[in-house]
């Protein structure tokens, strides 16, 4: 399976892609404006600076950095779910940021082999900072040929919110531990008007539990297996599907739920209309604090004969990194300055109190301000870990799989059907 970006595709077409088609659906954010020869002038691309969590923090970071490093400017770009592309377009008329701020996931797997950006291994060892990151963090940045694809900052826990107040109104007396109970919940819930688990069965969320589900069965070897290559037919693999379809059919999801975003979801449970969520910690730091006094957050219940011992929830190291860019180690000496201050614990535990983020670096701060972040920090041991398939599935792969999980969260479709459509997502990677 190979990645639809080739080094000979990626690298060959020069500069001369800066004329193609595709540059006036740039974002007025363009990388391709941002390239800076200037070497006092450090380019930094980000989703960070707008509304998404942690924009404030990270903005009051850059003008600390600013005010310590007064020869040094920083000019901070940004998009949003198009950063990718953008930045690929960029690399392509060699006039991409220093710096990229960004998830590895789909597109960005296969910068490092491609050579859109440059291993950062030695730049972590040279500068001191790889006993700032967390042991999985780094396992999880580096590729099979020991690779460090970028400086890992920002990780996420994802357990499952449950409002307590909506349950206890429905008559639900305790967090659903097994299938069986997270049913006869809904079928409560539904009694009284009110959604169960809210999901975007149309975009990343809903892909994510359904792949959190269909693990239940599985090992993560197994599952490792099964996001790799696409081969759903092993009995766990297809347990779990049966399972997921079990559920489904049976009202455990929201209304309409194929056509339900992240956006949508969040909005579900926020104004209570909906009991429970599979919620990522950025959005967990948005409940509002009048929902956030009544909501529990746990693990996602499983059926007998289950692989797993406990509950599950999924966490990744990978949501944001420090990616190096080949025009950003022609002012290595400016990245490295950002760079070490972005690892210092003070700028680190801003992000943690401010933001309610959690990290991928060492750090002693707790999200006070945040609760139910903090709690999810504080689930360790209780639950059991399904693993994020974002690493293991090919970039080319991660789209249709978001078609395959609005097909499979449609009520009726049997379980040979959702086995089939994600089989499907992986014909064309």
């Keep these: ?76 770009l940004i998009n949003g779910d198009d950063l990718a592309q953008v930045y690929e377009t960029s690399r392509l008329a060699r006039k991409e940021p220093d710096v990229v701020m960004v998830n590895l996931y789909d597109k960005t797997l296969a910068w ?12 972590l060892d040279d500068w001191g900072l790889r006993t700032r990151v967390l042991p999985q963090a780094l396992a999880e940045w580096t590729d099979p040929k020991g690779r460090v694809r970028a400086f890992p900052y920002f990780a996420t826990n994802w357990p499952i919110a449950y409002n307590r107040s909506l349950l206890d109104r429905a008559g639900v007396d305790a967090i659903p531990a097994t299938g069986d109970e997270l049913i006869a919940a809904a079928r409560k819930l539904r009694a009284k008007g009110i959604a169960p688990v809210t999901v975007g069965g149309n975009d990343w969320t809903g892909q994510k539990l359904l792949a959190q589900i ?11 297996h099964a996001y790799s290559t696409g081969d759903f037919g092993g009995r766990g693999a297809r347990e779990g599907i049966e399972y997921f379809v079990t559920l489904r059919d049976a009202g455990v999801f929201a209304d309409k ?6 956006d949508s979801m969040t909005t579900q449970f926020n104004t209570q209309t ?71 614990p003070d700028t680190v ?40 398939p974002d690493v293991y599935v090919p970039p080319a792969a991660a789209q249709p799989l978001i078609t395959a999980t609005s097909t499979s969260f449609t009520r009726g479709t049997s379980a040979a059907k959702v086995r089939a459509a994600l089989e499907t997502a992986y014909r064309s990677a």
């Design 1 to 76: 399976m190979h990645s639809p970006l080739t080094r000979r595709g990626f690298l060959a077409a020069g500069s001369g892609l800066a004329a193609a088609t595709v540059l006036p659906g740039l974002s007025a954010c363009s990388a391709l404006t941002g390239a800076d020869s200037d070497p006092d002038t450090l380019v930094v691309h980000s989703q960070l600076g707008t509304t998404a969590p942690g924009s404030p923090t990270y903005l009051a970071a850059l003008d600390r950095f600013r005010e310590e490093h007064p020869g040094l400017k920083v000019k901070n």
């Design 274 to 344: 909906a009991a429970i969520q599979s919620a990522m910690s950025s959005a967990l730091a948005k409940v509002p604090p009048k929902v956030a006094r009544h909501t529990e957050v746990g693990g996602w219940p499983l059926a007998d004969g289950a692989a797993h011992d406990k509950p599950t929830i999924l966490r990744t190291y990978t949501l944001i990194g420090f990616w190096i860019s080949p025009n950003g180690t022609k002012k290595i000496d400016a990245v490295e300055k950002f760079l070490r201050f972005m690892y210092r």
């Design 257 to 262: 739920a194929q056509g339900l975003t992240s």
């Design 349 to 388: 535990a801003r992000f943690i109190r401010e933001s309610g983020r959690d990290m991928a670096l060492r750090s002693d701060a707790v999200s006070t301000d945040f609760p139910l972040v903090a709690a999810a920090q504080r689930l360790g041991s209780t639950v059991s870990q399904a693993l994020l």
């Design 112 to 123: 490092t082999d491609v050579g859109a950006t440059v291993d950062v291994k030695g730049y």
């Design 214 to 224: 269909i693990q239940t069965f599985l090992t993560e070897d197994e599952a490792r």
